[in-house]
């Protein structure tokens, strides 16, 4: 699937922080995904969350072409523990997108559990083949 998203000017910039466990969500999809790219809809706000290896790019049911909010320059390198904290921009190019970023992170999260179950029950067995160590005598 390809979606071509616009974006207006930049209304506003702040520096957030996801929490861990949504970001790993987040990438773990991603990852799954055969193009790297997963789209993660949030129907309790009436949004679509583009995942890519870059940024999460949020649009509006409403208006499917245009940007909404973006996460950008998302930065798990600066974290020292995966249970930190993953920093980042939001930029909002809606007027809707400030009340949209109060509830986004939690609505996200619940999404992508959503998600991450759906995909455990299709998902089939894989019997991973372990080499033995071949040990060095000397």
Not at 12 to 22: V, Y
Not at 26 to 48: C, D, H, K, M
Not at 76 to 105: C, I, K, N, W
């Amino acid at each position: 699937m390809q979606i071509t998203v616009h974006r207006g000017p930049e209304l506003w910039r702040e520096r957030r922080s996801l929490a861990a466990a949504t970001y790993g969500l987040a990438r773990a999809l991603q990852r799954r995904s055969p193009n790297g790219v997963a789209f993660v809809p949030i129907r309790t706000l009436q949004v679509l969350a583009i995942i890519d290896r870059d940024e999460f790019v949020f649009v509006d049911s409403q208006q499917r072409a245009w940007a909404l909010l973006a996460w950008e320059r998302l930065q798990p390198e600066q974290r020292t523990s995966l249970q930190q904290a993953v920093a980042f921009d939001a930029v909002g190019y809606d007027d809707a997108a400030h009340g949209v970023m109060l509830r986004l992170p939690r609505e996200l999260h619940d999404a992508l559990c959503t998600l991450a179950e759906r995909q455990r029950e299709d998902q089939p067995a894989r019997l991973l083949r372990f080499r033995p160590r071949l040990r060095h005598s000397g």
